[in-house]
Structure formats: structure tokens, C-alpha cells
């Protein structure tokens, strides 16, 4: 009796759908176990930006594109400047700064979300991160200023002020008393 039973259940297996392994974002070349912030964020970002396989970034990561901006065009690390001093200059915002084109920064972030991703899936150099979190600063204090304060403890200016100081550690005094500045600067 409960053979038949069995038959019928082996045949259905067999004949479900084989579910292929999840693929990774283009971004990600390495095998490196990604937190779940950065995991998260990846997932995300994976129908938003596009890979340019024939060009590598950092650490082998393809170059990213997100609606135009590509990785290569704000890679930190050709600059020859260290990461902060790059940030100030590339991702500087002009005044009135409720003015400043929030979707602009949102793409040169979401280009440097996915690189940092894919640095990290191979278990790469993180001085990315100054820059990542200077552009999370640059569009929360935009966002503020355009009168979209946010109630997220994660997303205000002054938290966002906290991740750049803290991940800036060792950069020139000069540099960080700058983002110190542009903190206060919300108009």
C-alpha cells in the first residue's frame, strides 16, 4: 500500500522544476561570505546597475554603470588623492544645496555600493568605504535640506557624519574638520 504511494510521490519530484542556483549580481566575482548589510544592498542594486565586463575596477570588480554614471568615471582610487580628499572634490554639492541633483548622487552611490561588494566578495582593500559613506552623508544632508529629514535613526546626517569620521580614521585632520563643517551647512 504504501508503495504505490511512494511511486507517485518520486514521480512528482522528478517532474518538479529544477530550480537553477541563485545567481550572483554581475559585480560579484569573488566567493568571500558578504555581511548582510552589504548582501542586502547587492541584491538590491543587481537590476540597477549594469556591468561592463571587458573593464575591471578595483580588485577585478567589473565596471559598474548605474543610469550613466559609471565606477571608472569616480574611481577614488586612480585619483592619485586619499579617499576623503577625493570625496570632498568629486562629491562636493553647491549652494543652495536643497538645489543639487539628489538622483546624481544616488547613482554615483549605487556605483560604489555594488564595487564595494564586489571588493568584498573577494576579500579586497575596504578604503572604499570613506567614499561610500562621505556620498550617503552628501545625500542625506540634501534630502535634509529639501525637507525629507528622515526618521530613520541610519539615515540622518548626523549618523551618516559619524560613518565617515569613523572609517576616516588616519586621514589628514584638515579633511575631516571639512565634513565637520559641511554637517552644520545645510542651506
Request: aromatic fraction near 6%; charge should be negative.
Amino acid at each position: 500500500m504504501h508503495f504505490p504511494v511512494l511511486l507517485v510521490l518520486a514521480g512528482t519530484a522528478f517532474a518538479a522544476p529544477h530550480l537553477a542556483k541563485r545567481q550572483n549580481p554581475c559585480f560579484i566575482v569573488g566567493n568571500e561570505a558578504l555581511p548582510e548589510e552589504v548582501a542586502s544592498s547587492a541584491a538590491g542594486l543587481a537590476s540597477a546597475v549594469t556591468c561592463d565586463t571587458s573593464r575591471t575596477t578595483i580588485d577585478g570588480v567589473p565596471d559598474v554603470n548605474s543610469n550613466g554614471v559609471t565606477f571608472s568615471s569616480v574611481n577614488f582610487a586612480e585619483s592619485g588623492q586619499s579617499p576623503l580628499a577625493f570625496a570632498l572634490d568629486q562629491f562636493a554639492t553647491s549652494s543652495p544645496l536643497a538645489d543639487n541633483d539628489v538622483n546624481k548622487f544616488q547613482n554615483e552611490l549605487n556605483v560604489y555600493l555594488a564595487t564595494e561588494a564586489g571588493i568584498r566578495a573577494v576579500g579586497g582593500n575596504l578604503a572604499i568605504k570613506v567614499p561610500k559613506f562621505f556620498l550617503q552623508f552628501q545625500i542625506a544632508r540634501i534630502q535634509q535640506a529639501q525637507g525629507a529629514v528622515s526618521d530613520i535613526p541610519g539615515m540622518t546626517v548626523e549618523h551618516q557624519l559619524g560613518k565617515v569620521v569613523k572609517n576616516a580614521a588616519g586621514e589628514d585632520q584638515a579633511l575631516i574638520d571639512q565634513v565637520n563643517e559641511l554637517a552644520v551647512n545645510l542651506n
